[in-house]
């Protein structure tokens, strides 16, 4: 297994059953549905700059996919919000790997989430899922991801924990936030 996939996943282990919990059954209803997108527009918005080189590591780039923010903000006015602005600091290169590992995660999740809105929409005729089944899609992305993470070495190895946590914090944060109609 990957030795820095392993270490993230326990750095941050608590954080996500967190979350988890936090989400549960969440998307057995349009308020749940909401939630989950705003913490998942609070996570974009975190990764929405991607990292300039660092190290070298000019491949980073690759991860960054503008499409999900605007997705997320697609279906959210669909649903007739305006997300206010989260404000959130810029997050230091070194850490965007990390904080990416969240996200790039989560589209393992987002299968499970998609059948779960789908049986939503079936109640709610019109509900927007152009980013979760963008999400959602099956590909090669997390298998190449995991293989760049573990280049990743010293400080970047510390850093990119740091990432994951502040990230697991951030869709946290994300799932409280308030909208405006």
């Not at 809105?117 to 899922?129: D, H, M």
């Not at 099956?138 to 070495?153: G, I």
């Not at 400080?155 to 799932?175: N, Q, S």
């Amino acid at each position: 297994m990957n030795t820095l996939h392993l270490e993230l996943r326990t750095a941050t282990a608590r954080q996500h059953q967190d979350l988890d919990a936090a989400l549960a059954g969440g998307l057995d209803d349009r308020d749940g549905y909401v939630r989950y997108l705003l913490g998942m527009l609070a996570l974009v918005e975190l990764l929405a700059t991607p990292p300039a080189a660092v190290d070298a590591r000019s491949a980073w780039t690759q991860w960054f996919d503008p499409r999900r923010g605007e997705l997320l903000r697609q279906d959210l006015r669909a649903l007739g919000l305006l997300p206010l602005a989260h404000g959130l600091a810029p997050l230091p290169a070194s850490c965007w790997m990390g904080a990416n590992y969240v996200l790039e995660g989560s589209a393992l999740g987002a299968r499970v989430l998609l059948r779960a809105a789908e049986r939503l929409r079936l109640r709610e005729p019109g509900l927007p899922l152009a980013f979760l089944q963008h999400h959602a899609r099956r590909d090669d992305r997390w298998p190449r991801f995991l293989d760049e993470l573990q280049t990743l070495d010293g400080r970047l190895r510390e850093d990119a924990v740091r990432g994951a946590r502040h990230a697991f914090g951030v869709v946290a944060d994300g799932l409280i936030q308030k909208e405006s109609a």
